[in-house]
């Protein structure tokens, strides 16, 4: 029950020319339809690169990944850009609304990009979603007036209106404060559980990692330790 499966997994910059890069050495990792793990590693180990591979961004130089099983390095790019907005939800450091939208409206966005235009099930959806986040009362509002956690909470529900087999999230706390920090990652705990949604969340943050099911650390471009949280 993968979700996702990288096999030897490679990623050259500047392949061919005299700069050329090695930045991933061969990366073997699972990621289980359940899990909620963090990718933590020192800056330049290659997390931004791993992630955009996983992401469906950029394609590997060699080796493969499968997402739900689908090989995915020989994908076109239309094939990449719709499996991933299929079964992909991603949440970043800073958020990226769209500051002309409202909130219901910036939820509703990866469905309209998809499908065009949303239908009543999708409005409530994307409403039900925004609830969850604790943001009911603030549908109708452009995100200038709202916090900068708040702000987050609706690029949470905004990343899960697709229902994504996996949610990528990179550095999702590191522009908040604590406490807005806590309540951002409880959100991913919940929808981890409720809507069997995978989650791996990129992370400088140890305390972060650790409270996480599963650290996956990278170093150089290695895995050089893939380890459960959980007491048994
Ligand atoms: P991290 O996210 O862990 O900081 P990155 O994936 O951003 O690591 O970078 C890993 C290495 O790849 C670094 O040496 C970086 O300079 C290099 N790199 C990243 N992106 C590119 C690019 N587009 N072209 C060339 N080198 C890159
Ligand atoms: P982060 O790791 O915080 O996500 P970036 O991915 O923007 O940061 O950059 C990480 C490293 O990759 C930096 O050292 C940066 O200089 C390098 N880098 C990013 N893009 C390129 C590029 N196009 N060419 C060369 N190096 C790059």
């Given amino acids: 029950n993968l979700v996702l499966r990288l096999a030897g997994l490679r990623k050259s910059y500047n392949v061919g020319k005299p700069n050329e890069l090695e930045v991933l ?92 235009k949303p239908s009543s099930e999708d409005r409530e959806h994307a409403m039900d979603l925004l609830a969850e986040v604790g943001l009911h009362d603030y549908a109708n509002v452009r995100p200038s007036e709202l916090s900068g956690g708040q702000q987050q909470r609706v690029a949470i529900a905004r990343a899960l209106v697709t229902r994504p087999a996996l949610l990528l999230a990179d550095e999702p706390t590191g522009n908040l404060d604590t406490k807005a920090a806590a309540k951002v990652f409880d959100l991913f705990r919940r929808f981890n559980k409720a809507y069997n949604c995978a989650v791996l969340i990129v992370t400088h943050d140890q305390r972060l990692s650790a409270a996480c099911d599963r650290s996956i650390n990278l170093v150089d471009g290695r895995i050089v330790s893939d380890e459960s949280n959980l007491r048994s």
């Fill in 25 to 116: 050495h061969g990366i073997d990792m699972q990621i289980g339809a359940h899990d909620f793990a963090a990718l933590v590693g020192p800056s330049g180990s290659g997390k931004s690169t791993l992630l955009n591979m996983i992401g469906l961004l950029d394609a590997p130089t060699a080796g493969e990944l499968y997402l739900l099983g689908r090989p995915t390095a020989r994908m076109s790019d239309a094939e990449r850009t719709a499996l991933r907005g299929a079964q992909l939800g991603f949440v970043f450091q800073f958020h990226h609304l769209i500051q002309a939208f409202t909130s219901i409206e910036n939820v509703l966005m990866p469905l309209m990009l998809t499908q065009g």
